[in-house]
């Protein structure tokens, strides 16, 4: 009888299906990975199963017996524990007080010494890799990066649970912490235990798994032996039937695009979350950013715009030096940029459309007072340039759909045109004939010369609209996809490689 | 700053470390300096008698300081505290009064508000727990509830407490104050809190709320048990400001409010939850108490002293920040 069954699970949140049959048995005593491309839906899974996300549909069992998980505290009864990839530490908690929180020994009162033993065990197999500073007293806020991942995996592991997720745990980890975790974890699996591993590190799959279950567009496609397979064979199953060469007849051949006009010049840029990132945007080009979540085509985005401080490097704009320092700088010099975040960088909410559609006009024409009705025939041909559909420019914003408040979002930029448009994950959360009306924007505007940077976390996005594909991978360049290069099968490849 | 950032790595961080564990040091810093400008302005505010009439007075915001704590542990505030002080001053005064003053009508008048203080905090805490208002404006609400309870039981000041009640709290036992026993008992009290579960479990939850559900820790329960706590020490407050004031009053703990979260914040602790020590709410209050009596020995004119006293708080808070800034870089 296999240890856990997950059949059929499905979530959605509003409108976006996240999971739509979610599958995955595991054995006891086995390292199971689980494997798929950015939003393929198995965090998702993972978190169902761990209880922070409830299902809409679907069975679970656990040895045999069909179990509903209400909630984390209900998936830890069930013998379920989970390490959280975007970590679930207390930063002014010590290390021993993190590791025992789910479960602190003693009654009305904290059994210190309970307490202390049981996290110096679970420290202890750690012993030789942790670091400088490391201890049980010191506080989880002062550790560095890699130790605080140590942290959340000997609180995983504390739970001493039956079935135990790892999601993505190896991701700030050096070599040397990574093979002891693997020993450890060869430990556990000659114990008996069940252990779900996610990863994006091919060579770490093949080094630690069983059995491998691809999960793609939220459905899971196929579990294979890891002794029968091999890493091009996952990324084909990754990958699918789909299209293999994407882009299509609307994207100019690379070699039409004059490098001599470049518009926007990076040299071994550097900041926090990538190093020695190098490119050029020519007018009339859409240079994608690929790869997966967070290898820093946000961050580098972000850093030319002067949203967050870059580190070194020099950046070329219209053929003269720039050094990035704030976001009103940027705007001055003909930078734009629009993030998928709306919420956080866009949208202005509560006010009406008209003020969210002006914000940048204000400020490249340094206007102090204006007309309602001058900024109106302004604003209309942009808005309708994007097909937005609103009732009135006095109406608020929170009264549109995600998808038109984009395009408001958008329009603002395109008053007076910038020379270069950052774009930041733009299309999250929208639905797809915005999507279109966007990547068909976007194409006019290059073509009308502007420089486009496309950072998608949606491969076919990238592929279907960009002229040049760079991938990042651990905040640097692997790799550029030009032409007929530019596939599904290269982007993963480069994408999954060991960073 | 240069000068600050090359001396971390030198082995003197010895400094360092010492405010990170006991992040109230630069508040008791300032409450010394305080404490010696008193003495300076008027030698007799030191003495033993000096001090004891000081720790009469403030201990109640001392204990609503302690209230405020914490809630503000787990990130959440209560705006009601003062309130919770008003309506347990009122009921236990109109208790002592209906049952004739005995001493037996002040013991169960005393566990009748630590329970009306419990209730009030058990209400904030569902109404921001469970039912997920925010904390700053749903406690306001209950706030003016509280106090409009606190109106119903006794519309207009001016009750006095029985002699039996408030005769014991300024009174003295074997030549010792009774105040000081009740500070001793009260650090006898945090110091078990501290080694509780709860305080432990407070803390994560103010932390990181998504990060302690995830662990599996039962958030709602945590933060209503955090309110309930501090509906208790609430109900202590308003003990101590009856036995001071020797009447009833139902707004005599509305302005104590801010100060309360003044006296939490002087102490080091972070109003965004996570981080924070009793010790240091207490010489928070501590300090806002030397504030005003320094401000009055210093001869300042009663139409300026709001004025000052203003001033001097943001001076000791920023006092506060600087000192902290500068052990810790």
Known sequence: MSKLIMRGVSKAYGATLALRRGDLTVEAGEVHVLIGSNGSGKSTLCKVLAGSVRPDGGEILIDGKPVTITGPHAAREHGIGIFYQELSLAGHRTVAENICLPDMPGGIFVDRKALETRAARYIALFDTVAGEGFSAEAVVENLRADQRQLVEIMKALATEAPITIFDEPTSALDRAQVDRFFEILRDLKAGGRSIIFISHRMDEIFAIGDRVTVIRDGETVGTENIADTNPAAVIRLMVGGQEELAAGASAPPAAATDRKAAVLKAENFSGKGFANVSFEVARGEILGFGGLHGQGQSAVLRAIFGANPAAGGTITLGGSAFAPSNPRNAIRRGLAYVSGDRSRDGVIQGRPIIENATPIHYLRQKLKLARPAALAARVKPALEALHTKFGGLSHPINSLSGGNQQKIVIARWLIDRPDVLLLDDPTKGIDLSAKADLFALIRKLAEEGMGIVLYSSEDAELLNNADRILVFNGGSVRRELTGADRTRYNLYQAAYEAA | MTTATLSTQKPGGGLKRLVERHPFLPALLIALVLLALNGLYQPRSVSFIGITGLTKTYLALMMLAIAQTYVVYAGDIDL?????????????????????????????????????????????????????LQAIVATFATSIFFTGLALYVMPVAGTPAPAAFWRTYGGRFFEVPFVFYAV??????????????????????GDDAQAAFQSGLPVTKIRIQGYALCGLFAALAAFCITGDTASGDPLVGGKMTLFSVAAVVLGGSALSGGFGTVVGSIIGALIIGLINSLVFFVGTPSEWQNLVQGLAILVALMAGVLVGRRARA
């Open chain 2, 80 to 132: 009601s505290v003062g309130a919770i002080v008003s309506l347990v001053n009122v009921v236990i005064v109109v208790l002592m009064e209906k049952m004739g003053g005995s001493g037996f009508s002040v013991v169960v008048a005393l566990g009748v508000g630590l329970l009306t203080g419990l209730a009030c905090g058990i209400v904030n805490g569902i109404v921001v727990a469970a039912l997920r």
């Open chain 2, 184 to 205: 001793v008992v009260l650090a006898i009290v945090l110091y078990v809190l501290a080694r509780t579960r709860l305080a432990t479990q407070l803390l994560a939850v």
